[in-house]
């Protein structure tokens, strides 16, 4: 079985600080959460049905993160520079660049830690003419079939289709696995191809700022009857109510 799986390179978001109007970026970088989840479960995919993991990344091509992905277990990596990378852009670089592969099976993260958007497994599945399935929690493969359950929020849904198959998975699938230092050791030797791919966005994103809330630290004093009547005035006279 042919698998690609995406991964996108992100600053870290514990430790991005924000200060007045200005959010600093300049952190350590590391590989966006469920898209480790996305690695584990290609990787257990791999171990059960043979095969071979390709791992595709997008933007930021840091090479201590693109060896994480190899000491996990994925056997090749697609570092694919870019300039300016939207869902648009980015989803086009992986479609042109992962065809050769002619992939089984396509796993991406649910979201990423940076934007959120969870556009681009949707994309390249569209892009490439393929099923799509979202939120995928638990999966089995069957010959050519896939069967998977996936996360509705409030309910649990199950879904089938035949492969070849774009799915996206969050952090229900699995537990990401920590690379012995033997395999961080071993993937230095693993093939990392890197190639340009410069489409003209669709999007393009000016300076982050955060979002600043300014405080009334407002105090209501009395018993719980007289101040719920007080809140609930206060907030009418903010437009709240």
């Known amino acids: 079985m042919n698998i690609v799986v995406g991964f996108k390179i992100v600053p870290d978001d514990t430790m991005i600080k924000a200060t007045g109007d200005k959010i600093f970026l300049d952190v350590p970088l590391k590989i966006s959460t469920y898209d480790k989840?996305?690695?584990?479960?290609a990787i257990l995919l791999k171990e059960k049905m043979g095969g071979k993991v390709i791992g595709i990344t997008v933007g930021n091509i840091e090479r201590k993160s693109v060896r994480e992905a190899l000491a996990m277990g994925v056997d090749e990596v697609l570092a694919i520079k870019t300039q300016k990378a939207d869902v648009y852009s980015t989803s086009l670089a992986i479609t042109e660049n992962i065809k050769a592969f002619n992939p089984d099976l396509v796993i991406f993260g649910e979201q990423t830690v940076d934007s959120g958007t969870?556009?681009?497994?949707?994309?390249?599945?569209?892009?490439l003419g393929?099923?799509?399935?979202?939120?995928?929690?638990?999966?089995?493969?069957?010959?050519n079939l896939i069967k998977v359950e996936r996360g509705m929020v409030s309910y649990v849904e199950e879904d089938e289709t035949q492969l070849p198959a774009v799915i996206s998975v969050g952090g229900e699938i699995n537990t990401p696995r920590i690379p012995s230092v033997r395999q961080i050791m071993e993937s230095a030797k693993k093939p990392v191809r890197e190639v340009e791919f410069n489409p003209e966005p669709k999007v393009s994103i000016g300076e982050p700022k955060p979002l600043i809330?300014?405080?009334?630290k407002t105090?209501?004093?009395?018993n719980m009857s007289e101040v719920v009547d007080k809140l609930i005035s206060q907030l009418r006279e903010d437009g709240v109510l």
Do not use: D
């Open 118 to 127: 969870s556009g681009v497994p949707g994309y390249v599945a569209e892009i």
């Open 219 to 222: 105090i209501i004093e009395g």
């Open 37 to 41: 989840n996305a690695i584990e479960e």
């Open 213 to 216: 809330v300014n405080r009334k």
């Open 130 to 143: 393929l099923p799509y399935l979202s939120n995928v929690k638990s999966l089995t493969i069957e010959g």
